[in-house]
């Protein structure tokens, strides 16, 4: 085959995928018929007889150098979920900024940062994801992110606080042979919510334990909404009437309609004035675990 007609035949194919191939294509493709030794993924100035300086390659396009449609789970408009990889951390860490509305300079201890992020894929890369924006302003930044471990403590054991439930920052309490997948972080930007992305990244937490045949997924789902009835009920009787959908909660209540049991409430859990420093477990058993299985 020639090599045009090489050409021709992987933009095609890049046509029928979607954005980022194209442009991986396209950007590839003008570094081939530049002629020089050069990296694609470089911003690249050339400057004509008559001073006009032309930009070859978009600031914005640094991420296509490590993005492979063969790494993307699941494909939302304009979004794709993944694994997180080292070039998400940054992103990521500023999505969990972002979406609790915490300044980048305020003191957040418990707040992920990138190297807790690298440190996560180091430890379970499996359990880490990300949904990026793969087209626009912007693409290649992480818009949502979720963070797990593994654990043998069982749902069934009392519950710990967050930041002892999963060690440090960097999750050192994962167990790589632990058979319940662990919670630790979800995240979405503001702008962002409401377009199927946090759907997303819980179907693929579920996919993965069905995925590594665990006995099913716990967490601890804050009770986001309690401030609004801090002033009639106590947190516990709150929690409760969540529990009972008697009240509409905007975490809870989205858990529990995404398959999640809804089983108590759990005090002192997180700092987190908003929801009473409170949460409730929920679990999620699998129901293909198979007892013995890989």
């Given at each position: 085959?020639?090599?045009?007609?090489?050409?021709?035949?992987?933009?095609?194919?890049?046509?029928?995928?979607?954005?980022?191939?194209?442009?991986?294509?396209?950007?590839?493709?003008?570094?081939?018929?530049?002629?020089?030794?050069?990296?694609?993924?470089?911003?690249?100035?050339?400057?004509?007889?008559?001073?006009?300086?032309?930009?070859?390659?978009?600031?914005?396009?640094?991420?296509?150098?490590?993005?492979?449609?063969?790494?993307?789970?699941?494909?939302?408009?304009?979004?794709?979920?993944?694994?997180?990889?080292?070039?998400?951390?940054?992103?990521?860490?500023?999505?969990?900024?972002?979406a609790y509305n915490i300044s980048y300079t305020e003191e957040c201890s418990e707040c992920f940062t990138s190297d807790d992020i690298l440190a996560h894929i180091e430890r379970f890369p499996r359990g880490q994801f990300v949904a990026i924006r793969t087209s626009g302003p912007g693409a290649g930044h992480a818009v949502?992110?979720?963070?797990?471990?593994?654990?043998?403590?069982?749902?069934?054991?009392?519950?710990?606080?967050?930041?002892?439930?999963?060690?440090?920052?960097?999750?050192?309490?994962?167990?790589?042979?632990?058979?319940?997948?662990?919670?630790?972080?979800?995240?979405?930007?503001?702008?962002?919510?409401?377009?199927?992305?946090?759907?997303?990244?819980?179907?693929?937490?579920?996919?993965?334990?069905?995925?590594?045949?665990?006995?099913?997924?716990?967490?601890?789902?804050?009770?986001?909404?309690?401030?609004?009835?801090?002033?009639?009920?106590?947190?516990?009787?709150?929690?409760?009437?969540?529990?009972?959908?008697?009240?509409?909660?905007?975490?809870?209540?989205?858990?529990?309609?995404?398959?999640?049991?809804?089983?108590?409430?759990?005090?002192?859990?997180?700092?987190?004035?908003?929801?009473?420093?409170?949460?409730?477990?929920?679990?999620?058993?699998?129901?293909?675990?198979?007892?013995?299985?890989?």
């Open positions: 085959m020639s090599k045009r007609k090489a050409d021709s035949s992987a933009l095609k194919q890049a046509l029928e995928s979607d954005w980022p191939q194209i442009q991986k294509r396209l950007i590839e493709q003008g570094a081939e018929e530049a002629g020089d030794d050069i990296d694609p993924y470089e911003p690249r100035w050339t400057t004509d007889e008559d001073g006009t300086r032309t930009l070859h390659m978009s600031a914005d396009s640094w991420w296509l150098r490590h993005f492979d449609e063969k790494d993307v789970l699941l494909d939302l408009p304009g979004i794709a979920v993944m694994n997180t990889q080292h070039w998400h951390a940054d992103s990521a860490a500023s999505t969990i900024r972002e949502g992110m979720a963070a797990t471990m593994r654990t043998a403590r069982p749902p069934t054991a009392s519950m710990l606080p967050w930041i002892e439930a999963i060690g440090d920052t960097r999750l050192v309490a994962h167990e790589p042979a632990g058979d319940w997948l662990y919670g630790a972080e979800m995240a979405v930007r503001p702008n962002y919510r409401r377009q199927g992305i946090g759907t997303g990244l819980y179907r693929v937490r579920f996919d993965l334990v069905r995925s590594l045949n665990l006995r099913g997924w716990y967490a601890v789902g804050m009770l986001m909404g309690y401030h609004k009835y801090a002033d009639s009920m106590n947190v516990r009787e709150y929690g409760q009437r969540v529990i009972e959908r008697q009240i509409t909660d905007p975490t809870v209540t989205m858990q529990m309609n995404r398959g999640f049991r809804a089983v108590s409430v759990v005090t002192d859990y997180d700092d987190e004035p908003q929801a009473g420093n409170a949460g409730v477990l929920i679990i999620w058993e699998n129901p293909q675990y198979a007892e013995g299985g890989d």
